[in-house]
């Protein structure tokens, strides 16, 4: 299983001192070397249409730099659509937006847009991008996604997250997700999770199957504040080591 560092709250740190100037610090490509030197298999960014973290040279520049694979979070829109097409990050992640969120929320409703992914996972097929759906473990959602040429799903586990110290609810959760993760293997579609993963509620997800890559950037930046990215990112692997699939 690989980790893919999601380095927007770096970004975020500097948008906080730095909104609107051409420079300032902390560099998320900075933090994305660190953290492929530690050993993440990829990067994910997320050019909001707010731009409240990550800008359009963020992505630009990470596209020159980093040497694993760059995972492009967007939403399904026309301006981000063709800034993805012409920056040509190796996979796309589609996702959900809300301005007024202060995460993504939800998966993807891919049962009530299924020609709008259909056709966007085509051209990002035509442009070389591969493409991955970032969905709630719901199987109505699961089917639809295999039907739009998607070669990947990401199942979100914020509501497992949310659970976790709950272990009735947590355990529903679980098996959502143990489910969607067959299916979707299932039916042809790699497997990809994240949302809200940190090293405690890490290992019970060990149980979920076929799991090939998990995107995690909150907790790894919460706790490089206290031990450096790269200690954080050596944390997470070894827990991560534990995974049979
Ligand atoms: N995957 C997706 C699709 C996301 O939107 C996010 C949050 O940006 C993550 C993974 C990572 O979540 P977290 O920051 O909680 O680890």
Known sequence: MKLGVNIDHVATLREARYRGRDHGEPDPVEAAL???????????????????HIIDRDVRRLR??????????????????????EVKPDIVCLVPEKRTEVTTE???DVVSHEALIRD???????????????????????????????GYIELHTGA??????RKRERNVEIERLVAASRQAHGIGLKVNAGHGLNVRNLPLLH??????ELNIGHSLMSRAIFVGLPEAIREMLAVMAGYRG
């Open 34 to 52: 660190v953290a492929e030197k530690a050993g993440a298999a990829g990067i994910t960014a997320h050019l909001r249409e707010d731009r409240r």
């Open 64 to 85: 020159e730099a980093i040497r694993t694979r760059l995972n492009f979070e967007m939403a399904v829109v026309p301006e981000i659509i063709q800034f993805a097409l």
């Open 106 to 108: 939800g998966g993807l």
């Open 120 to 150: 966007t996972c085509s051209r990002m097929r035509d442009a070389g991008i591969e493409v991955s759906l970032f969905l709630d473990p719901d199987p109505r959602q699961v089917e639809a996604a295999a039907r739009t040429g998607a």
């Open 160 to 165: 497992y997250a949310e659970a976790f110290d």
């Open 207 to 212: 149980i979920v199957p076929h799991l090939i």
